[in-house]
Structure formats: structure tokens, C-alpha cells
């Protein structure tokens, strides 16, 4: 219970009022200039900083009701700590008291932090964060989004001065059994940023002190009058919906995709690219309600398929879809899970949520993929090549990816293919707030959500032409500092473009990960241009092998908990090693041999430290898996689905680094390729061709034999049978299987067959595809492939058995009871 004495002695606070004043002069300023504000309190005492907090917000309502109607408040917390309850339960009846006794229209939310995706594509005035136990940055990347300008962002934060220098909840997480004290790094990093920051206010409430109130210096903010174009095929309504003049542009643009291309067009293609918060999903949302009012016209129905790294992505499109639907007289029903919507239906259209990798299996009028960033390449064009009409939408600077990297690898793709009407448009003006906000450059900064490597110059490529690089050891204590800023980002610019997935939780891992490191390329003048981060992995300590081996967890050590479970070897338990966790090459200079220079640098440093191996998993391509297995990285495990977002099955890859390790890798390798012959047929049936053959041949084993397989008189006749066109491949498909399998189980010198030869014999015997499937994917007839089976057959009967071609007819048919038992 919070006395009216206290309350008044802590508020009434000379040193306090003054800031007060000051921060509501500014506020005063932010909500003209629709800018926001960063206000941080930080303090030990639950009970005072709550207290200053509560009169903070009341305040502030009482200054933003005189120019809104209404104001939202969101206060988001970790309920598993006592002193977070506290002043939860403090702020709420103070405020909530002061909102009823006055009788405003203000609503006050509290959320704990784990239903932050909720909350994504929302508006408020004001956010809270309780970052007292725990600053997680993902947190920080989802949330200040949400507030407009002329709002607050309000961290509670511990006695500043020693806020660094604790430990919190999530750099706990971090951890693993092997290293069990966390590095304190990220914090004081972001204190160091925000302390540099324009438009943050942060007051002691312990000992009443200013630690930083700096007046704001932003532009004078003018709403521009939307000008809705003279002719449009999509409903007036629609347009009156649109924010920005950029909404209104993306939506007039839409209209092109009411007619299917015409020649030379094969399909028509619209990307739209912002940074956070322009309402790039909004206005597809919008748009998509023209598209099926003018498609129903001349068909029957109409399909839109939407997809994203996740369904919360994808709310603001829908919401602005069903408002749009229903400013158009389009009736619909919505389908929901745990509150967030999936598809919109109508009597004959509909607008369906699919996880990316279902996408191109599906028959719709046009595919949607909203933070295109975060969904990898490969299966872009996947979503891409397969539809006439595709939209994307990504995000430049963002907590989920990297519209640059996305248009980097994707984009120059299509605007080579001359069959494709592409149409692109850069969003730049936000919606809730207005350009140049301080708050988003505060946020950009800290999270380096704007990170991007340097550019390069014809010098540098000249230096890396004569391999002139310099191999970084970074300390994370030296990197994160304001010094280094510049290091920072360029390094972790790499990263984001090189890679479809980042999230700031990746940065703070490299900050404060005891396990990780940080390796670098750099060219003489400084320049990085290429990075890798590494997470050292194993032993595993004794108490847990027993568990893992029956389907227990660790912390951390992916490579040899995998390794131990599948491989079944309890030696695996005692190997120490790096996993690369990341390695990335500037984009402009990939495919210069860089990776390969940065991972042979990485596995001198590995021996040096007396590690056993080094490896990483990636989502399998034929691409990456070449990379791989070109530097001596062997394929030991592949996961038994697919990844729902890359559609890619993960593999792990392994180089051994002493002869111990030499032994325990040939032996995982036998037993996966004997895993992977036996899956094709069911588990692996859909893995890539060219991912399969790379995984059956990655490594030349030590036996010198041919396994020759054991056949019958009478499998063997069968199949002498089938090489003269007496039977066919259906009749003698399990003797053929058998003849397969012992190639694959063979060593390299008895590998005698073509590339193509060997994919038809994958896709045909091993996955058990049809005539038909395998024509399509090899690009060649059916009747050609028929034959070249037969003459596989052929070449295998000489290689196993020494039968030659010519005296085949000689040895057919004669078989008898006599001599069937006989060797």
C-alpha cells in the first residue's frame, strides 16, 4: 500500500520538478513535431521509481489528452520477478486510479514479454519496459515500433552506474554447462549509445539526479495532402484508407496486377522496400481488396496466398484487408488462432496465411510474401518463378532481416529475367511517426539495425585480388565501444547482408556469449571483408552423456549433442571444437575465394587451441554444401524435416583436426551414408538431387573394396533378364535396388558412373520417383532415361560381377535346382 505522504515526498522533489518540467517542455515539443522520446529511470528502490513513474504517465496523459481523444499505454514486464510485480501492481493503481477518478479515455495495457509478437503492427502513445532483470533486445526491436509520434518510450532500467556491471536474465540464457558466467558487455554498450543519443531523457530516481536532458533539435513536421491519382481501377474508398503518399502510390501500382502479363511479360512482380514502420503492409492489405473486387469480375474465384517468417508478420496486412473489404461492401468471415488471423473468406475469394515453404506447392492468383528479408533466397525464387503474379514486401532496416541483403541476392536475379514486368517502390515516409524521429535512431544505433559494410573501392579490390588480408582476433570488450563503432558495423553490416535471418538477439549472443568469439578479415587500410562467429563447443560433461544418449537436452554444444544422439559413439562426448555459428563475405567480393582463406585461417587458429574438430550447420544447398565439403568439411548429420521458414533440410558438417577425430568422422560417415541410402525412399524422398549426390560423395572413404552385393542365381538371372529387354525396370526394381545401394556402400574407385547417370539412379531407385518426376527434373526424355538405366545396369554387372555385355545372352536362363545352391 502506497501512503499519500510518500507519494508527495517523492514527487515534490526540487531537482525532480525541474526535470519534470523540462522533459514535458520537450514532450511539448515532440507531440507538434509528431517526434518521440526515449525517458529512462533508472534505481534500485522498486517503490520510488515506480512512484515517479506513475506521475510521469499522469502527466502525460494530462498533456496529450489537450491535442488526442483517446491514449493507449502499454507496460510490459517479467511477471517471474517479485520486485517487477511490485512496481507493476504499484504503477497500476496509481494510474488506473488517477484515470478513474478523473473519467479520461485512456487505456492502460500490461503484457509480459514472451506475448511481445501480439503487439506487432499496433499503435500506443506511450510504452514502458521493465528491462530491471533482464534486457533482451529482441524486445527492444519489437516493441518501440509500436509508439506514433508525440509518444514515450520509458525504460526502468537499475542504478545506472552499475547496470553493466550485473547480471540479467537473458545474458543467463547465454550460457552454457562448460562456461557458466556470462560476458557483461551489451549493456554497457548500450548505455554507451544511449548516453550519445539525441532526444533521451534519464533520471536517477534513487538520488534524484539528471544524468542526461538534452533539448531536441528535429525538423518542423508538415502532413503533406494526399493526392489520389485522376484514374484508378480500385474503388476510390481504397485510396482514402492510405496514411502516406507512398500508401498511395503502392496501391496505384497494384492496379497493373488486375491483367495478366502480356508478351514479353511471362509474369508481373511488385517490390516494395522500406524500413520499419512506412506501412508497406498496409497498403498491400488495402490493395488486395482492389485486386479481388476486380478479379471476380470476369473469374469464378479468386485465391491470394500470403506468407512470412511468421503469422504475426502478416496481421497488419490482413487487418488493413478486412477494413478494406469492408469499406468496398465485400462481406467476409475471419479465421483465427490465438487471436491472430489466418484467412479471410468470402463466398468466392479468399486471403490464406501458409508458412513459406508451402507457398510454391500451392494454385493461387497471386502469392504474397511480406518480410521478404527473413525467408531465404532459394526459396524467394521458388515463390517467384512458380506464380504470374507475386508481391514482396521487406523490410531495409529491421530486428527480422535485411531488405538490402534481400535485394542484393534476389533482386538482381529478376531484374535480369526479361520475361518478368518487375515494378519497384522505396516507402519512406513512416506512418506513426516523422522522418529523422531521434527515438528510431536511438533504436537503429543501439541494435545496429542500419548496419551495412563499407563500400569498396578499386584499390581494395586490388588488395583482395593479391590476397592482402589481415586475420582479426576481436574482443567483444574492445568491438562494442564507441571507439569501434564504425568496426561494428561494418562487420556486422556482413553479416546481415550475407545472411536471410538476423535478429539483435544475434548481437548481444556475440557480445556476451562466453563460448563465442569473433573473427575477422580485414584488408591493409582496415577495412573488414569478411567475418565469422564461432561458439566453442564440447566436452561434454560426464553427467550428461547418459541423458543425451536418451534424448536429453544441453545448453548450447548443437554439434556434438547431434553427434552423440545419431552417431551413438560416447567418444564423440569427449571432442572439443568451434562450431561456425556464421561466416560471411562482403557481398561485392564473393566468390574470390575469401570464405575459403577466412575458414583455412579459422582451422589453424582450431589446431592451435588444441581442438579436436570444427564445424558448423547451415540449411542444406547444393551451393553451400560445395563450399563445405571443397574446404574438407564432412557431412555427419541432416535433420529429419524440413525448416518451416528456409524450407531447407539442416546439415551438419565436421573437419577433424587429429587422428582420433579422423577415425570417429570415418566412422560417422559410413553409418550416415548407409542412414541416407535406407531414408531416400521415405524421410529424404523430397531432399534436392543435387544435395543428395553431394552428401553421398563428400568424403573419400578409407575402404579400398567394392561391395559387391549378394544376389541369387535367381536375382541375378532377373536381372541379366532386364538388360536384354525381357522384363522391364518395374519387375526387377528390387533386385536393382540392391545393385544401387552396394554402389553407394562402395569406395570412390568403384564409383564408374556419369553425374547424370548417378542423380538418375538417386531419384529413380533410391527415392522411387516416377519416369515421369525424374525426366522433369533431369531435363531429359523418358524414353532416354529407360534406356540409360538398362545401360547403368550393364555397367554395374561388369563392375561387380565381372559379366561383360557381349556374354550375357551366353549366361541367361540357366538357372535349376541344381546348381541354385552353388557358388
Keep these: 500500500m502506497i501512503r499519500k505522504k510518500e507519494i508527495a515526498y517523492f514527487i515534490k522533489n526540487e531537482k525532480y520538478r525541474q526535470f519534470r518540467r523540462l522533459f514535458l517542455d520537450e514532450l511539448d515539443k515532440a507531440i507538434k513535431n509528431r517526434h518521440r522520446l526515449v525517458l529512462i529511470l533508472a534505481g534500485d528502490d522498486s517503490k520510488k521509481q515506480s512512484i515517479i513513474l506513475s506521475d510521469i504517465l499522469i502527466n502525460f496523459l494530462r498533456k496529450l489528452l489537450q491535442y488526442r481523444?483517446?491514449?493507449?499505454?502499454?507496460?510490459?514486464?517479467?511477471?517471474?520477478f517479485d520486485d517487477a510485480n511490485t512496481r507493476k501492481s504499484i504503477v497500476k493503481s496509481l494510474v488506473m486510479s488517477y484515470i478513474k477518478k478523473k473519467k479520461i479515455n485512456a487505456k492502460l495495457e500490461f503484457s509480459v514479454y514472451e506475448n511481445s509478437d501480439k503487439y506487432l503492427g499496433t499503435t500506443y502513445q506511450t510504452l514502458i519496459m521493465d528491462l530491471v532483470n533482464s534486457l533482451r533486445p529482441l524486445d527492444i526491436g519489437r516493441l518501440v515500433g509500436i509508439v506514433e509520434g508525440g509518444g514515450v518510450i520509458v525504460l526502468l532500467v537499475p542504478k545506472w552506474s552499475e547496470w553493466h556491471e550485473r547480471k540479467n536474465l537473458f545474458q543467463m540464457s547465454l550460457t552454457v554447462p562448460q562456461h557458466p558466467e556470462p560476458r557483461k558487455v551489451f549493456v554497457k554498450w548500450f548505455k554507451d549509445v544511449t548516453m550519445n543519443s539525441n532526444g533521451v531523457f534519464i533520471y536517477d530516481t534513487d538520488f534524484n539526479e539528471v544524468l542526461k536532458a538534452d533539448k531536441v533539435y528535429v525538423k518542423g513536421y508538415e502532413r503533406k495532402e494526399l493526392k489520389i491519382p485522376n484514374e484508378?481501377?480500385?474503388?476510390v474508398e481504397l485510396y482514402k484508407l492510405a496514411l502516406t503518399q507512398d500508401q498511395?502510390?503502392?496501391?496505384?501500382?497494384?492496379?497493373?496486377?488486375?491483367?495478366?502479363?502480356k508478351k514479353p511479360f511471362k509474369r508481373i512482380t511488385a517490390i516494395f522496400i522500406a524500413d520499419r514502420g512506412r506501412g508497406k503492409s498496409c497498403a498491400i492489405g488495402i490493395a488486395l481488396a482492389g485486386l479481388i473486387k476486380a478479379l471476380l469480375e470476369f473469374k469464378n474465384k479468386v485465391r491470394i496466398a500470403v506468407t512470412a517468417p511468421s503469422l504475426t508478420n502478416v496481421q497488419s496486412l490482413m487487418q488493413l484487408a478486412m477494413k478494406s473489404l469492408e469499406s468496398i461492401g465485400l462481406e467476409y468471415k475471419k479465421l483465427e488462432n490465438n487471436d491472430m488471423v489466418y484467412e479471410i473468406r468470402g463466398d468466392r475469394f479468399s486471403i490464406e496465411y501458409w508458412e513459406p515453404a508451402i507457398i510454391p506447392k500451392l494454385d493461387v492468383d497471386i502469392a504474397v510474401v511480406d518480410e521478404a528479408a527473413g525467408i531465404p533466397v532459394p526459396l524467394l525464387h521458388n515463390i517467384w518463378s512458380k506464380f504470374r503474379r507475386t508481391i514482396f514486401a521487406t523490410t531495409i532496416h529491421g530486428y527480422e532481416g535485411a531488405g538490402r541483403g534481400f535485394s542484393v541476392r534476389f533482386l538482381k536475379r529478376i531484374k535480369e529475367d526479361k520475361s518478368t514486368n518487375l515494378l519497384i517502390l522505396e516507402m519512406e515516409e513512416p506512418i506513426r511517426y516523422a522522418i529523422d524521429d531521434p527515438a528510431e535512431k536511438w533504436q537503429f544505433r543501439t541494435l545496429l539495425l542500419d548496419a551495412e559494410p563499407e563500400e569498396l573501392t578499386d584499390e581494395d579490390l586490388k588488395l583482395i585480388e593479391e590476397k592482402k588480408f589481415i586475420y582479426l582476433k576481436m574482443q567483444p570488450e574492445t568491438l562494442f565501444s564507441l571507439e569501434n563503432e564504425k568496426i561494428l558495423k561494418s562487420l556486422f553490416g556482413i553479416y546481415v547482408l550475407a545472411h536471410y535471418r538476423n535478429e539483435p538477439d544475434d548481437l548481444a549472443m556475440m557480445a556476451d556469449a562466453p563460448h563465442?568469439?569473433?573473427?575477422?578479415?580485414?584488408?591493409?587500410n582496415g577495412k573488414i571483408v569478411a567475418a565469422a562467429q564461432l561458439a566453442e563447443e564440447g566436452p561434454i560433461p560426464n553427467e550428461y552423456i547418459d541423458s543425451l544418449l536418451r534424448g536429453g537436452k544441453i545448453a548450447g554444444n548443437i554439434i556434438p549433442d547431434r553427434l552423440l544422439k545419431h552417431g551413438r559413439l560416447r567418444d564423440i562426448a569427449a571432442?572439443?571444437?568451434w562450431r561456425i555459428v556464421r561466416i560471411a563475405v562482403h557481398p561485392n567480393v564473393q566468390g574470390r575465394g575469401i570464405g575459403s582463406y577466412l575458414l583455412n585461417e579459422l582451422v589453424k587458429?582450431?589446431?592451435?587451441?588444441?581442438?579436436?574438430?570444427?564445424?558448423?550447420?547451415?540449411?542444406?544447398?547444393?551451393?553451400?554444401?560445395?563450399f563445405w565439403i571443397k574446404n574438407g568439411f564432412i557431412p555427419l548429420h541432416i535433420s529429419p524435416d524440413r525448416n518451416p521458414v528456409s524450407a531447407e533440410y539442416t546439415v551438419l558438417v565436421l573437419k577433424p583436426l587429429n587422428d582420433k577425430w579422423r577415425k570417429i568422422v570415418n566412422i560417422l560417415y559410413n553409418e550416415f551414408v548407409e542412414k541416407i541410402i535406407d531414408s531416400l525412399h521415405d524421410t529424404y524422398r523430397d531432399l534436392e538431387i543435387d544435395v543428395a549426390l553431394q552428401l553421398l560423395k563428400a568424403f573419400k572413404r578409407q575402404e579400398d573394396d567394392c561391395k559387391k552385393p549378394t544376389l541369387s542365381k535367381i536375382q541375378l538371372d532377373r536381372l541379366l533378364s532386364y538388360v536384354e529387354g525381357y522384363m522391364t525396370y518395374e519387375t526387377c526394381c528390387d533386385v536393382i535396388t540392391t545393385l544401387i545401394k552396394s554402389?553407394?556402400?562402395?569406395?570412390?574407385?568403384?564409383r564408374i558412373l556419369e553425374p547424370l547417370?548417378?542423380?538418375l539412379i538417386i531419384l529413380k531407385t533410391l527415392q522411387g520417383l516416377s519416369w515421369e518426376q525424374c525426366a522433369n527434373i533431369l531435363g531429359v526424355k523418358k524414353v532416354k532415361l529407360i534406356e540409360d538405366m538398362r545401360k547403368i545396369v550393364i555397367k554395374l554387372l561388369k563392375q561387380f560381377f565381372m559379366i561383360n555385355e557381349e556374354n550375357i545372352d551366353t549366361l541367361l536362363g540357366k538357372v535349376s535346382l541344381e546348381n541354385y545352391g552353388s557358388g
Excluded at 248 to 261: K, Q, Y
Design 743 to 750: 554402389y553407394w556402400k562402395s569406395s570412390d574407385k568403384c
Design 69 to 80: 481523444e483517446h491514449v493507449k499505454i502499454l507496460y510490459t514486464y517479467h511477471d517471474e
Design 605 to 626: 587458429e582450431s589446431i592451435e587451441r588444441g581442438y579436436d574438430w570444427i564445424g558448423s550447420g547451415f540449411g542444406a544447398t547444393d551451393e553451400l554444401l560445395r
Design 516 to 524: 563465442h568469439s569473433i573473427r575477422a578479415l580485414a584488408l591493409e
Design 757 to 759: 547417370e548417378e542423380k
Design 232 to 235: 484508378t481501377r480500385f474503388p
Design 575 to 577: 571432442g572439443k571444437g
Design 248 to 261: 498511395v502510390e503502392a496501391i496505384h501500382l497494384l492496379e497493373n496486377f488486375i491483367d495478366l502479363p
